[in-house]
């Protein structure tokens, strides 16, 4: 049980969780303000994992250099994504984007090995990141070890600045607007605004916040495997949105917190329980993953159905609706 | 690429174990509601994990430059990087077989020792005596090339009347998915993004019947429609019916389909693992020539069982009276509803058929792809672009699309790696959007 708890702390501050962390904020500018339908933001941080992994173990680019490199090809994805679909129902904008995300998953797990290095993914990136960690100790404090510490502390600054910055749009006319046209588009429109135009701004805008999670992804494990990025990756940052309440600034740090540290505690119930006689002839430790995420999507489901404001979320400021 | 030529289609060993009758009390419990049925049926006769963790090293030694003929009595050498070492002959028919026990977890090397081969026979040329094979599999499969390369290359030219082959087959397949993702589209609105789950569970049920049950094929893919068909009204009633009533919104109605995918994905992962499982009959059936194409009897009757049910569901959809009220619900529910039309009972059954023939086409899948847990969320992408291409919601649309899709991915692999097959559908899906974003078929109102 306390190893259950520890476990759960570490994961829940960790900086996978940070990762899911800045793209739920990003998806959060999409969906929450925006009313944008992206289930591909794992795209956005395939991106930026391999982008920024490859420019510099291949291409021998600085650090700040590949990041930059990045943002750039994650603002020319959201293009890609949006100018087809951004003038169409909801739908096709999700549509396209799951189906962008599989392809580039599929693109960075087989081709261009050159750069992409297969299903073993690209490594040998961190020199540069690590060379200015101030932490210098043996073993670990706190359950993290100093290269944990360093990107953990970095992490969270990311996040911190990157929910002021949102916080200051959301306020802002801007983000006034970009509500006002997941509210109705129709009367954004008649009052002369250019829709079109603010909801790719939108996209673009979670893009790169999400492109900033798979650099601290990329970074926290040393290494991009395309396999992370998979159809269960948006799923669970929309799980861990709406948990969090879509549509306030926090809720999708509160969420991912509380959903990975969740996810973790529950995952080491289930393994300690599938090591147990009775329970491991029908639950083995793989098995027990699966129930885990199991429970992700029947998460998800319930929260839709009964409390799609989820936890911290105002019901009046998320009117799902279709246009 | 899926109902491909059989003369490509590696033949593979799956192997099926018995289930504990503990599990069949415990998860009968454990899995109520949406996916009891599921649950239930896979339960009882389901596979499950195999225990042993030693490594098996295989392959078989074939000379070509004698007609495939087998090379017996070369010895094979494994070494571990954590010391051991362990050496096999191959037998009479070429085989070899090295088991490296579960405790040894190095990195392995397998050589083939080049002065036990017999007097001239010789490695191919330029190919190497020793493999590191990577990865983590319990069975490694390694090949060494002996004699003189004699497969043929063909010219890209030739291979087109074989991708436009396949690529029909495919479509044609891949059509019975996209019709009922677009009749329930047309009918309620919902983009259903489980749709693909939809497609695997008929594959998983024809699975279950023909591999575990060993009950004929045809029998068995009859029982996953059926069961498809129960799964179809299982999800509306249970699930879409209620959220309608609740007057919940489409766009939380998509998210709800995620978390359904989602769900029923790791349900599929739970009962058959990691595995790729395969059916017991016409698994790689016999081929046959024409010019420069190869097909098999098992193909063509899949595509005429394919085209008979397609032609039978647009005409009931034209000339019956229930397809005549899923036309006008589809047109307009509440005017449909008003004029004495059961628009719950149309959406039921549009439901019913739809997910019908989705099994269907996921039980023909089944043959060319294994079926895997992901057999249903990798197809649902092409399911997309098909029926965003042809046009949501319009069932002409549906098929048109899919065969474009089907011949785009097939003949695409020409000028393409293969592994990119599926960005070139995604590329069309956005060029389609572009240019047309009703569909090639869809009415031409405002979609946005």
């Known amino acids: 049980m306390l190893d259950a ?35 591909g933001q794992a795209a956005f941080l395939s991106i930026g994992g391999y982008m920024m992994g490859a420019a510099i173990a291949t291409g021998g680019w600085p650090t700040l250099a590949a990041m930059a490199l990045a943002i750039g090809c994650s603002v020319v994805l959201a293009l890609i994504l949006g100018i087809p679909t951004l003038r169409l129902r909801a739908d096709y904008l999700a549509i396209v984007t799951i189906a962008v995300a599989e392809v580039l998953r599929l693109t960075f797990g087989t081709s261009f090995r050159k750069y992409f290095h297969g299903k073993d993914g690209v490594t040998g990136f961190t020199d540069g990141f690590r060379s200015l960690n101030p932490f210098d100790y043996e073993g670990t404090v706190l359950t993290f070890s100093a290269n944990d510490m ?46 079109y135009s603010y909801k790719m701004q939108a996209l673009i805008l979670g ?51 509380i959903f990975w540290a969740a996810l973790s505690f529950i995952g080491s119930i289930l ?40 936890i911290f979320g105002d019901r009046k400021e998320i009117a799902l609706d279709a246009r | 690429m899926l109902l491909q030529s059989p003369a490509r289609v590696r ?16 998860a009968a419990r454990a899995f109520a509601g949406l996916i009891a049925v599921f649950a239930v049926v896979t339960i009882a006769a389901g596979p499950s994990y195999a225990a042993d963790d030693d490594r098996v090293v295989q392959g078989t030694l074939l000379n070509t430059a004698k007609d495939n003929e ?55 040329a330029g190919s190497s ?62 983009t259903n993004f489980a749709h693909g789950e939809l497609v695997t569970f008929g594959a998983i049920m024809t699975y279950l019947a023909n591999r575990v049950w060993g009950l004929p094929i045809a029998l068995s893919i009859l029982f996953a429609v059926v069961l498809s068909a129960a799964f179809g009204w299982l999800n509306d009633s249970g699930l879409w019916r209620p959220l ?72 009931a959809l034209q000339y019956t009276r229930l397809g005549r009220a899923t036309r006008a619900v589809a047109d307009n529910p509440a005017l449909a509803a008003s004029t004495g039309i059961n628009v719950n009972r149309v959406i039921s059954t549009v439901w019913i058929v739809g997910t019908a023939l989705a099994g269907l086409g996921g039980a023909f899948l089944g043959f060319s792809q294994s079926v895997t847990y992901q057999l249903g969320a990798q197809v649902l992408l092409l399911i997309f672009a098909a029926t965003c291409v042809g046009g949501l919601g319009s069932i002409w649309g549906a098929m048109l699309g899919s065969v474009i899709i089907g011949l785009f991915v097939e003949l695409s692999t020409l000028v393409i790696p293969s592994q990119l097959k599926y960005a070139g559908a995604m590329v069309l899906l956005i060029v389609v959007l572009l240019v047309r974003p009703q569909g090639l078929l869809g009415r031409s109102q405002r979609v946005g």
Not at chain 1, 161 to 187: N, Q, Y
Not at chain 2, 71 to 92: N, R
Not at chain 2, 166 to 175: A, D, R, Y
């Open chain 1, 5 to 39: 708890l520890q476990g759960a702390f570490h994961d829940g501050l960790g900086y996978l969780a940070i990762s899911y962390c800045l793209a739920a904020i990003g998806l959060n500018v999409q969906f929450g303000y925006a009313g944008l339908l992206n289930f």
């Open chain 1, 150 to 195: 360093w990107i953990l502390i970095v992490g969270w600054i990311v996040v911190a600045l990157t929910l002021v910055l949102v916080w200051l749009l959301m306020r802002s006319p801007w983000g006034r607007l970009l509500r006002a046209i997941r509210e109705d588009e129709v009367a954004v429109r008649s009052l002369g605004k250019n829709a």
């Open chain 1, 207 to 257: 893009g790169v916040i999400g492109c900033f999670g798979g650099f601290i992804g990329a970074l926290g494990q040393a290494s991009v495997q395309a396999d992370l990025f998979n159809l269960d990756f948006a799923f669970i940052a929309f799980t861990m949105l709406i948990l969090g309440g879509a549509g306030r600034v926090l809720s999708p740090v509160v969420g991912a917190v």
């Open chain 1, 271 to 310: 393994t300690d329980l599938s090591a147990q006689s009775g329970i491991s002839s029908f639950m083995d430790a793989n098995q027990a993953s699966n129930v885990r995420l199991m429970l992700v999507g029947l998460t998800l489901m319930l929260l839709m159905i009964f409390r799609p404001q989820g």
């Open chain 2, 11 to 26: 033949p593979s060993e799956p192997t099926v174990r018995t289930w504990t009758a503990a599990c069949t009390a415990w």
């Open chain 2, 70 to 124: 087998p090379v017996p009595g070369v010895t094979i050498k494994v070494t571990s990087s954590d010391g051991g070492s362990y050496t096999s002959k191959s037998t009479a028919d070429g085989k070899f077989r090295i088991v490296v026990p579960a405790k040894d977890t190095g990195n392995l090397t397998v050589q083939l020792v080049k002065s036990t081969l017999p007097d001239g026979v010789d490695l191919r």
């Open chain 2, 129 to 190: 005596d020793t493999r590191k094979p990577t990865g983590s599999l319990t069975n490694v499969v390694v090949s060494f090339p002996i004699g003189a390369d004699q497969r043929q290359v063909e010219t890209k030219l030739d291979q087109v009347p074989q991708s436009i082959y396949n690529g029909l087959l495919f479509g044609i397949v891949l059509s019975l998915g996209a019709l009922g993702l677009s009749m329930v589209f047309g009918t309620t609105g919902l």
């Open chain 2, 244 to 315: 309608r009533r609740r007057g919940t919104g489409l766009i939380a109605m998509m998210i709800v389909s995620i978390g359904l995918q989602f769900l029923l994905r790791n349900i599929y992962q739970y009962f058959t693992g990691g595995r790729s499982l395969t059916y017991r009959q016409y698994v790689t059936p016999e081929p046959h020539t024409i010019g420069f194409i190869d097909y098999t009897y098992r193909d063509l009757i899949l595509v005429a069982i394919s085209l008979l049910v397609l032609v039978a569901v647009t005409l």
